[in-house]
T-cell receptor, first 114, second 112 residues
Framework: EAGVVQSPRYKIIEKKQPVAFWCNPISGHNTLYWYLQNLGQGPELLIRYENEEAVDDSQLPKDRFSAERLKGVDSTLKIQPAELGDSAVYLC????????????FGPGTRLTVL | LAKTTQPISMDSYEGQEVNITCSHNNIATNDYITWYQQFPSQGPRFIIQGYKTKVTNEVASLFIPADRKSSTLSLPRVSLSDTAVYYCLVGDRNNAGNMLTFGGGTRLMVKP
């Protein structure tokens, strides 16, 4: 069984540029999560989807961040425009709806904003 | 949400047993204790979960005292490849809304 797939693995952009990250969850997992992880810290939830519905986006900075999961499968997280402070690893995870405690994470996208 | 406290870092040597303790004084009746492991340049990985007493799998053991206000992750005979960050999470495992706080984790360094 394939794990959670994320692309790209690395991205370097200049500030004020847009950037997008893509995630394909484990087949059959209804719940999808996007996390942000700063160096030396634990992951912080940005948004959680149940199928195509964003059920928890309270930590998503909506002025510059957006996300979508149109068909309830893969998802895209976008930042526009990027700021220096957005440099971090962006992790995607998925789980069965009834087992949010057992999340499967992708390798993450390391974003560097110059 | 139950808050967890765990040591920021620990050092060990190959072959030793490592015990990482997590405090969760405000744990609720429905809460489970879950541990994740994160290697450099990878996402976290679920390693073990328990509610009370002891749980053991091929990776680790989890000891939970009767009052459930703390838990100890035990890694037997660690190797260099066990160098990672270990996160303790506490929450209702059927409620995604309160299972998502990772905290800073414990950075384990295994030395030769």
């Amino acid at each position: 069984e394939a794990g959670v797939v994320q692309s790209p693995r690395y991205k370097i952009i200049e500030k004020k540029q847009p950037v997008a990250f893509w995630c394909n969850p484990i087949s059959g997992h209804n719940t999808l999560y996007w996390y942000l992880q700063n160096l030396g810290q634990g992951p912080e939830l940005l948004i959680r989807y149940e199928n195509e519905e964003a059920v928890d986006d309270s930590q998503l900075p909506k002025d510059r961040f957006s996300a979508e999961r149109l068909k309830g499968v893969d998802s895209t997280l976008k930042i526009q425009p990027a700021e220096l402070g957005d440099s971090a690893v962006y992790l995607c995870a998925s789980s069965r709806r009834d087992r949010p405690d057992t999340q499967y994470f992708g390798p993450g996208t390391r974003l560097t904003v110059l | 949400l139950a808050k967890t406290t765990q040591p920021i870092s620990m050092d060990s040597y190959e072959g030793q047993e490592v015990n990482i303790t997590c405090s969760h004084n405000n744990i609720a009746t429905n809460d489970y204790i879950t541990w994740y492991q994160q290697f450099p340049s990878q996402g976290p990985r679920f390693i073990i979960q328990g509610y009370k007493t002891k749980v053991t799998n091929e990776v680790a053991s989890l000891f939970i005292p009767a009052d459930r206000k703390s838990s100890t992750l035990s890694l037997p005979r660690v190797s260099l490849s066990d160098t990672a960050v270990y996160y303790c999470l506490v929450g209702d495992r059927n409620n995604a809304g309160n299972m998502l706080t990772f905290g800073g984790g414990t950075r384990l360094m295994v030395k030769p």
